[in-house]
């Protein structure tokens, strides 16, 4: 006698079996549906942007507890590190010149730990570097993000350089994370900590990208305006989205692998 499958299993079999179209119109009314929960259960959206910087932070936790325990990157992308790095460091000096807040020391904290992990990448545990499995060019990220911020940049009152190099960070932070996903789909096979660590970047994007578009729903489209004119303001918030949905479909698989006792991540052919 068979025994009965769990719901989250049934319902992770069904999804699977539908085409492509469907699992796109029902990973937007998820995420449309969160949202809602979401507006109801925060009243103050800027705890969800507090809420995106704690989930990445423990996240960053579990990266720096994997490369000093395990000893080991293995199934770390250097490459994405080094992208994070770069849009970093550019927003840091747009904070500086620009807007200086307590996200200027967020980041300041989180550039400092990044280029401990590729230091440690480099340097230390470069014996376990896959190196054959991070084959992602990074120039395909980079130079279009320059060619975009080129051509759509903030309308504010500052200097042009300096709003220019704002852009480009916020377009190189939307696609930072496509390395990491590459070496996990030459791999198939992800372990736990790098696991956690990728599912807590696509948490973080996820509340980042609600504040986001709470706050313009909120506001009524001023936060829209108040962000300048022409395409800038809709980059900004399509760039958040993007960000979300990069990581959907391994969050997906993540979530299903944990409901389902497993310990190692397997990932299908066609995942991310």
């Known amino acids: 006698m068979r025994a009965p499958r769990r719901p989250i299993h049934a319902v992770s079999m069904w999804v699977r079996r539908q085409p492509p179209k469907v699992k796109a119109f029902l990973a937007v009314v998820s995420g449309m549906a969160a949202l809602v929960l979401l507006r109801f259960i925060v009243h103050d959206h800027d705890n969800l942007f507090v809420a995106a910087e704690a989930v990445h932070s423990i996240g960053i936790s579990v990266l720096i507890y994997k490369l000093m325990k395990e000893k080991t990157c293995a199934g770390l992308s250097l490459k994405s590190q080094e992208l994070t790095a770069i849009f970093l460091a550019v927003r840091l000096y747009c904070s500086f010149v620009m807007e200086y807040d307590i996200h200027t020391l967020l980041d300041l904290a989180t550039l400092a730990t990044t280029l401990w992990v590729i230091y440690m990448i480099r340097f230390k545990l470069k014996s376990s570097y896959m190196e054959d499995k991070d084959n992602f060019a990074i120039y395909y990220v980079v130079v279009p993000c320059a060619v975009l911020a080129l051509c759509i940049h903030p309308s504010t009152s500052h200097n042009l350089l300096n709003r220019i190099f704002w852009a480009f960070c916020v377009y190189l932070e939307a696609v930072s994370v496509l390395p990491q996903?590459?070496?996990?789909?030459?791999?198939?096979?992800?372990?736990?900590?790098?696991?956690?660590?990728?599912?807590?970047?696509?948490?973080?994007?996820?509340?980042?990208?609600?504040?986001?578009?709470?706050?313009?729903?909120?506001?009524?489209?001023?936060?829209?305006?108040a962000l300048g004119y022409g395409l800038w303001p809709s980059m900004v918030l399509i760039s958040e989205i993007v960000q979300t949905f990069i990581l959907a479909d391994f969050c997906y698989y993540y979530i299903k692998s944990v409901f389902g006792g497993q310990l190692v991540l397997r990932l299908p052919s066609g995942v991310v």
């Open 181 to 225: 996903l590459r070496v996990m789909q030459n791999t198939k096979i992800v372990e736990p900590f790098t696991a956690h660590y990728v599912f807590a970047l696509g948490v973080a994007r996820f509340l980042s990208c609600a504040h986001w578009v709470l706050q313009v729903l909120d506001s009524r489209g001023q936060l829209l305006v």
